[in-house]
């Protein structure tokens, strides 16, 4: 459940330069599961939800401003069709199963959900795809939602497969992406003998692929960690991928959050 197969490399011992840069990442190793209970950590199915609490609505429009990093024209049609569509529970986690995603003061629980379908159709790093993120405390929740409502029109592969977690705990190293210059040419020296794609056998052992809270990103083309409002560069919090196991084929979406400012502002890219 760890890494990808391949030769095994020791990254301290062969780049003590990045040592000092180690980070652990929780993978949740999601596995398809009937029916697991509301209150659970889990990806899909039915969350913990207050009744009197209405349950998000999708109103962005089909098309909307795609700010692309990637060299693609900026496009903005803000008079397409909106969805007014139900969102799907996508990721929920409980402060007892993963204390390292930094639940605020008072909270246990982490919510994320999304539209259940396409914005857009660029493969482009946006942040048009709608998601939505609660922090809430387990204990108001009297009163839960027995069934979240069903959305009229969605995606099929938007919507992953009620699933439970295995959480397993690792360490990474910047990805390749991450390195300056001058460590991108020590990688290449040392790397010699393994294989003529260096970068690529450093990466199977460096960085890793899949949902994951913390570490870092797993960058599919490169990119950067985006500015909060307060001028600060944001940390990488999050990642959700898609899963051929859950039928969930959603793209990446990688989530930044600023924890300098009281209110945890999030941000994030969607890689489709």
Same mark, same amino acid.
């Given at each position: 459940?760890?890494?990808?197969?391949?030769?095994?490399?020791?990254?301290?011992?062969?780049?003590?330069?990045?040592?000092?840069?180690?980070?652990?990442?929780?993978?949740?190793?999601?596995?398809?599961?009937?029916?697991?209970?509301?209150?659970?950590?889990?990806?899909?199915?039915?969350? =913990?939800?207050?009744?009197? /609490?209405?349950? %998000?609505?999708?109103?962005? $429009? +089909?098309?909307?401003? @795609?700010?692309?990093? *990637?060299?693609?024209?900026?496009?903005?049609?803000?008079?397409?069709?909106?969805?007014?569509?139900?969102?799907?529970?996508? =990721?929920?986690?409980?402060? /007892?199963?993963? %204390?390292?995603?930094?639940? $605020? +003061?008072?909270?246990? @629980?982490?919510?994320? *959900?999304?539209?259940?379908?396409?914005?857009?159709?660029?493969?482009?790093?946006?942040?048009?795809?709608?998601?939505?993120?609660?922090?809430?405390?387990?204990?108001?929740?009297?009163?839960?939602?027995?069934?979240?409502?069903?959305?009229?029109?969605?995606?099929?592969?938007?919507?992953?497969?009620?699933?439970?977690?295995?959480?397993?705990?690792?360490?990474?190293?910047?990805?390749?992406?991450?390195?300056?210059?001058?460590?991108?040419?020590?990688?290449?020296?040392?790397?010699?003998?393994?294989?003529?794609?260096?970068?690529?056998?450093?990466?199977?052992?460096?960085?890793?692929?899949?949902?994951?809270?913390?570490?870092?990103?797993?960058?599919?083309?490169?990119?950067?960690?985006?500015?909060?409002?307060?001028?600060?560069?944001?940390?990488?919090?999050?990642?959700?991928?898609?899963?051929?196991?859950?039928?969930?084929?959603?793209?990446?979406?990688?989530?930044?959050?600023?924890?300098?400012?009281?209110?945890?502002?999030?941000?994030?890219?969607?890689?489709?």
């Amino acid at each position: 459940m760890s890494n990808n197969p391949g030769p095994k490399i020791d990254i301290p011992t062969l780049f003590p330069e990045l040592a000092p840069r180690a980070r652990q990442t929780v993978k949740l190793n999601p596995y398809p599961s009937n029916n697991s209970a509301p209150g659970n950590s889990k990806m899909g199915g039915t969350f =913990l939800w207050p009744a009197d /609490e209405p349950w %998000p609505v999708c109103d962005i $429009p +089909e098309h909307a401003l @795609l700010d692309s990093n *990637l060299s693609y024209e900026t496009i903005f049609q803000p008079d397409g069709p909106e969805h007014n569509d139900y969102y799907v529970g996508v =990721l929920q986690l409980r402060k /007892e199963d993963v %204390p390292e995603l930094g639940f $605020p +003061e008072g909270k246990n @629980l982490f919510q994320l *959900l999304w539209c259940p379908r396409r914005h857009n159709n660029f493969s482009v790093y946006s942040n048009i795809f709608p998601l939505k993120f609660f922090w809430r405390n387990t204990k108001e929740i009297i009163n839960p939602l027995s069934q979240p409502p069903k959305p009229k029109n969605p995606e099929k592969n938007f919507i992953p497969d009620d699933s439970r977690l295995n959480f397993e705990r690792l360490t990474e190293y910047p990805h390749f992406f991450d390195l300056s210059p001058e460590l991108d040419e020590v990688l290449d020296q040392r790397l010699i003998g393994f294989q003529d794609e260096s970068n690529l056998i450093y990466q199977q052992f460096s960085t890793i692929l899949g949902t994951k809270i913390g570490g870092y990103p797993y960058w599919a083309r490169g990119g950067a960690a985006p500015n909060c409002k307060c001028g600060s560069e944001m940390d990488f919090f999050l990642t959700v991928s898609e899963d051929i196991n859950l039928d969930l084929q959603a793209g990446i979406i990688y989530l930044f959050i600023c924890r300098r400012c009281a209110e945890l502002p999030i941000d994030y890219f969607y890689l489709w």
